[in-house]
């Protein structure tokens, strides 16, 4: 693992960003109803399924409204019924497999998999394995670059359930710069302003059908941020097998900054695009 020993280990978010996850989280919900009567302007969508993958602790509720949005646009968007997300114990990762492969029959179409933080961390490794059903990525706050030696604002909760991470997803394998490059399109939204998930740990190397979208936003909020529902429901609308990379539109510029890309030997002193 010479690219991993090549950077330093990223520590979690400041302690300032850690306490604001609770006072931007209010805005963030009366953003999101601010903007629900604007939806209607981007069309409906395609009606594909939609899997929505829940971050480390979390639940399907964490993600209700964003699934309600999307639904209300035209997809089929499911929860994933696997209960609270304690990590890859082997019953949330078998069951995982086969709701992806459930939604690809029932549906006979491939599935746009969402997750925030940890659920983003495993659809990235659910669409390496079963590239065949799924139609695109994307990631909501999710530290897929984490090594041993990175930290987060959870890491003694993880460490305390760590036990029960009996699943064969192989999380800490390998690092993401050894694994095999995504073969469908990956979507990576993070905010320097995530008080729980290090923002370096959440971004992709940019390439033909991989991009980096920055928003400001907390950690938690992710799934009702004005900014991020915006730029999820634009990836949705791409036809299947003519994705292209995101571009905000004129009026929202100001919404969206200038997204870092993925640079191993420069991490520790925060990757630039």
Not at 144 to 168: C, F, P, T
Not at 242 to 256: K, S, V
Request: include cysteine; glycine fraction near 10%.
């Amino acid at each position: 693992m010479a690219g991993v020993n090549a950077r330093t280990s990223v520590r979690p978010p400041a302690r300032r960003l850690q306490l604001l996850e609770a006072t931007v989280w209010p805005a963030e919900v009366a953003g999101y109803w601010a903007i629900a009567p604007l939806l209607r302007r981007f069309g409906r969508g395609d009606q594909h399924p939609v899997l929505t993958l829940p971050g480390f602790g979390a639940g399907d509720n964490s993600l209700t409204p964003l699934r309600w949005t999307l639904r209300g646009q035209g997809y089929w968007v499911h929860a994933w019924n696997l209960g609270r997300n304690i990590g890859p114990s082997a019953r949330i990762v078998d069951g995982m497999r086969a709701r992806i492969e459930e939604l690809h029959a029932e549906h006979h179409r491939t599935v746009t998999l969402i997750g925030q933080s940890l659920g983003g961390v495993y659809a990235r490794l659910l669409a390496r394995e079963q590239p065949d059903m799924v139609r695109q990525v994307i990631t909501l706050g999710s530290p897929y670059r984490m090594v041993g030696g990175d930290k987060s604002a959870v890491q003694r909760l993880w460490k305390s359930v760590e036990h029960l991470h009996d699943g064969d997803l192989h999380l800490n394998d390998l690092a993401e710069s050894e694994r095999t490059p995504l073969a469908v399109p990956a979507t990576s939204i993070y905010s320097r302003t995530d008080g729980v998930a290090p923002w370096q740990t959440c971004i992709d190397v940019v390439s033909e059908h991989a991009e980096n979208i920055e928003v400001r936003s907390s950690h938690v909020g992710m799934g009702l941020n004005p900014a991020v529902i915006l730029a999820v429901l634009d990836r949705l609308a791409q036809h299947e097998g003519d994705w292209r990379p995101f571009a905000a539109p004129a009026p929202l510029r100001a919404w969206y900054p200038r997204p870092a890309t993925w640079h191993e030997r420069n991490v520790g002193a925060a990757p630039t695009g």
